[in-house]
DNA sequence: AGAACCTGACTAGCATACAAGTATGCCGGA
DNA sequence: TCCGGCATACTTGTATGCTAGTCAGGTTCT
């Protein structure tokens, strides 16, 4: 009975194998669990009124995505935020979405495409505050252009390997990132993709996506107890 | 009791988890299980001589894949080859490659990883009448340039999508593919890397990998049973 | 003959019980 | 005080039984 107990979440009725995979997946990424947090098959299963079964299911998944990892016979643990993942997962995403944004600007995008887009920005700016809203935000609009282009399930891929640096997102957005850079460079992104200036649109999309490479390396002395400084 | 009982691997006792997750994506992607084939829980239970509770955890993973899927209180099944999952396979692919090559070249690798790179391509060459073992000569010479760079965990999102068409290939393998040609191309890479000359490594390693959707698009034809032709 | 229905043998999802390994804390002895 | 050893309460891994849904085949009724 771990103090952390406070995470009851769906209804008063059991939850599914994937409906526990998806919540534990959203509590560790928003941080509700934290790296290095030691968790418990049998309090999951408490949590989630259901026996081990579906919880180990769900366990498995995650173990998959590198969330958590498993030391059989002691203990399952929410991993810490590898500075290698973090390193692997920019550049599979650097990689994946430089090709999409300059399919993007060859192709162009329709108008529709674009209001959903200005939209997107523009609840982000409005959610500065609120850390779980602006990421929603800024996921949307990377998401709608590989959409708009048929590139959809790219886009799956890459939300894989998010999952790694998305943590140090949310530890850094209250107080480190600047929102507004953020803001301005999506404004920018989508300025170049307008023009049909690929190289433009690339080089900005690089630069958004460094920032976090930056950050990341900043937390490693500020929150040295959550990161594993594996190279 | 399916006629495919004649694959029963391992020693005379009990395989783990993982292990039954290893041999049964072996087993998918070398297409000694067919896609489209039902597997059994219990069936596969009897065959690694266990319960269902490990089998079942192989088979959540496998999913995770996109090797199998489960239809409920009905049966799971190998899925069949995705036109629409191989191109996105070629896709992540190729970005990853691409990028992995033109660091070798800009950068240059060891005498040593050379004589491997050699090593790999004297393998495959011999091994040309042997599809699993041209494929492993294969993955060991893309393998080795990523680990030279320390871009070993790259490739593992490689692999991880590789899977996809791998079947494919050996599909192919035995009558389709000129042999000599994937030779020959692996040959050009290493050249290219070797003069320093990124530009050529890239045009070399694109044309390489676009081999793979030509020859799905002539097997869709062939093994319509086989292949899925979600575009 | 044809169609509706029922029955039994499958399927996977979940709950529960057991096995085996690990950490912890207490107790006895030096 | 310090150290060794054991009992106990954890942990995950696996086995088994139960539930609910699906499908196929045979039977019965019209």
Known sequence: MSGKALLFR????????????ATVRRDIIRLRLRPGEQLSEKDLGLRF?????????????????????????????VTRISLRAVKRARF?????????IREAAEQGISDQTVSVLE????????AAGDAERFTDADDAFHRTIANALGLGDLW??????????????????????PVALLVAQHRAILAAVLARDPAQAESMLA???SIV?????????????LMLDDL
Chains 1, 2 share one sequence.
Request: proline share 6%; glycine share 4%.
């Open 10 to 21: 769906p209804g008063h009725e059991p939850a599914s194998a994937s409906e526990i995979y």
């Open 119 to 126: 939209a997107a920005i523009a609840a982000q700016e409005e």
């Open 213 to 225: 490479l930056d950050t990341a390396q900043g937390l490693l002395s500020t929150h040295p107890d």
């Open 49 to 77: 009124m259901t026996s081990r079964t579906p919880v180990r299911e769900a366990i498995v998944r995650l173990v998959d995505d590198g969330l958590i990892h498993v030391l059989p016979q002691r203990g399952t643990f």
């Open 207 to 209: 630069e958004h996506l």
């Open 156 to 177: 799956s891929v890459v939300e894989n390997q998010k999952a790694q640096f998305d943590r140090i997102r949310f530890l850094s957005l209250p107080n480190v990132t």
């Open 92 to 100: 599979v995403r650097n990689a994946l979405e430089l090709a999409i």
